[in-house]
């Protein structure tokens, strides 16, 4: 959406200038009310619609499956208040909150993953593979030992972790989008040094404690409710502006530092506030689910695309990370008799997918 001057817009044709409107790109339209004009482009919303299509499908699958098959209309008369108490159980109070949690986690993930991507220009810039995700569980481990509460009490450890780590990368890899694979030598190897530092202090847990640490930190949505996921709810629904303002940022940012200040923008600045945010989205997914790898990666990729080549997509791209993560969690639901935790899921589609982008990106991008 933009805004465009009626003054400007109304005088151009009597100074034989041509149309603000023809220089939108292709398929857009404009809409005016009032003294206000908008801008939307048709392919970008038949193709959110169509995620959102295919997410609502990807939901009601998921009430239905699990080691308790319900049929539509069985899953339809428990959120009616009909039907079997035992029904209602399982939809509205079990796998109706376990959903919710689980777009929120992947919304979040896809949101990250776009930004950061988008930052670095390298598709393979994601927050697991820069040790986002070790750096906001060795905080939440920290905080545990500190006596801050449970696993599930410690999210604003997991913000602080995430975003040391960021920054950590940021500084060690010198300028994002201009060192390339250099980016992710650096994010590989604090990825390994914060699991081994992880692992470490783990070992100091109570029994139990590092049971539940453990179970987590494989990335599962199991017992998870509506309390649980609020924080991160709100977190998204505060940040996803956020994100696509800057995302319209990096899209000049795509020119170059150089032609980006020349436009006004302040590349510095920008980039501080993409990995503030970067951190803060990867800190609340994790604290609800866990670490779960390749979501933020194979959304904004699916994303990219869907869109144009001088977009950066981060509402597709966080409409896709729900999907993912909802597909995931179905799947380990019924991939077996005992329920694979949704993070295994995550990475079993994820390593095809990685290969895949690995051996098939255009050959221009692969010094990226």
């Known amino acids: 959406m933009s805004r465009m001057s009626p003054s400007v817009e109304q005088a ?19 809409v005016r009310i009032g003294p206000v004009s908008m801008t939307f ?8 619609l169509l995620i959102l299509l295919v997410i609502l499908l990807a939901v009601c699958a998921s009430l239905m499956l699990g080691s308790t098959r319900l049929s539509l209309a069985q899953v339809w008369q428990a959120m009616l208040g009909e039907g079997s108490p035992a029904h209602q159980l399982l939809t509205m109070q079990i796998r109706l909150p376990r959903i919710a949690a689980g777009l929120v986690v992947g919304g979040c993930l896809g949101a990250a993953g776009c930004l950061l991507q988008g930052l670095a220009r ?4 994601t927050p697991d593979i820069l040790g986002v995700h070790q750096g906001a569980t060795l905080a939440v481990v920290i905080a545990m030992l500190a006596g801050a509460g449970g696993v599930l009490d410690s999210w604003w450890a997991a913000i602080i972790g995430a ?13 994002f989008g201009s060192n390339g694979y250099r980016i992710l030598v650096i994010g590989l190897g604090l990825t390994y040094l914060l699991r081994a530092m992880t692992e470490v202090l783990v070992t100091y847990l109570p029994l139990h404690e590092a049971s539940a640490m453990y179970t987590w930190s494989i990335g599962t949505l199991l017992g998870r409710d509506y309390a649980i996921a609020a924080p991160a709810f709100f977190g998204l629904c505060l940040l996803l502006p956020v994100s696509v ?7 000049l940012l795509q020119f170059g530092e150089d032609t980006a200040a020349s436009l006004g923008l302040n590349p510095e600045r920008l980039k501080i506030a993409v990995v503030l945010t970067v951190a803060v989205l990867t800190a609340l997914s994790v604290t609800v689910s866990g670490p779960i790898n390749f979501i933020a990666l194979m959304a904004p990729v699916t994303a990219s695309f869907l869109a144009r080549p001088d977009q950066t997509p981060v509402l597709r791209s966080t ?4 999907l993912f993560v909802i597909v995931a969690d179905t799947i380990g639901r019924i991939y077996s008799d005992v329920e694979t935790p949704m993070g295994v899921i995550a990475t079993m589609m994820g390593g095809p997918f990685l290969l895949a982008v690995i051996l098939f990106q255009p050959q221009s991008r692969q010094g990226n």
């Open 41 to 48: 482009n048709l392919h970008d919303l038949a193709t959110a």
């Open 12 to 30: 151009a044709p009597s100074l034989g200038l041509p149309d603000a409107a023809s220089f939108l790109p292709a398929g857009s339209r404009v």
């Open 319 to 322: 409409l896709l990370g729900a």
């Open 122 to 125: 390298n598709r393979l810039a």
């Open 163 to 175: 975003s040391a780590t960021l920054l950590g990368v940021l500084a060690f890899s010198g300028r």
């Open 245 to 251: 303002a800057l995302a319209r940022q990096l899209t």
